[in-house]
């Protein structure tokens, strides 16, 4: 059974930062393109970064490029995206998602190619 799990969403103040986690179970890092997206309310799925499972290459959406950094722990199964500098426009809900099959992303990842997704975790930038 696949399963992502997030974790680490919370609110802070502009200007703060977070790292937010995705525990991996079921599926192999080594062969599956992780995705990180965002949603609010009314909105559908906007594509934070993805991360490449051949050579780690990551590509970000030109909003969170300089701020948003994503990385992976191959033995501890997780991946892990640090947000820095946040600003009120960062306020969603943000998933993981995984993409199999020899997906490769070379840009901002769009919903259609990831097979299994997390639940979601709230972060919320306010003063």
């Known amino acids: 059974q696949v399963q992502l799990v997030e974790s680490g969403g919370g609110s802070v103040q502009p200007g703060g930062s977070l790292r937010l986690s995705c525990e991996v179970s079921?599926?192999?890092?080594?062969?599956?393109?992780i995705g990180w997206f965002r949603q609010t309310p009314g909105k559908g799925r906007e594509g934070v970064s993805c991360?490449?499972?051949?050579?780690?290459?990551?590509y970000y959406d030109d909003s969170v490029k300089g701020r948003f950094s994503a990385s992976k722990d191959f033995g501890k199964k997780t991946v892990y995206l640090q947000m820095n500098d946040l600003k009120p426009e960062d306020t969603a809900t943000y998933f993981c998602?995984?993409?199999?099959?020899?997906?490769?992303?070379?840009?901002?990842?769009?919903?259609?190619?990831?097979?299994?997704w997390g639940q979601g975790t709230q972060v919320t930038v306010s003063s």
């Open positions: 998602a995984a993409a199999g099959s020899g997906y490769r992303c070379y840009g901002r990842p769009t919903e259609g190619p990831y097979d299994y």
């Open positions: 079921g599926i192999s890092l080594d062969y599956y393109a």
């Open positions: 991360t490449n499972s051949d050579d780690g290459s990551t």
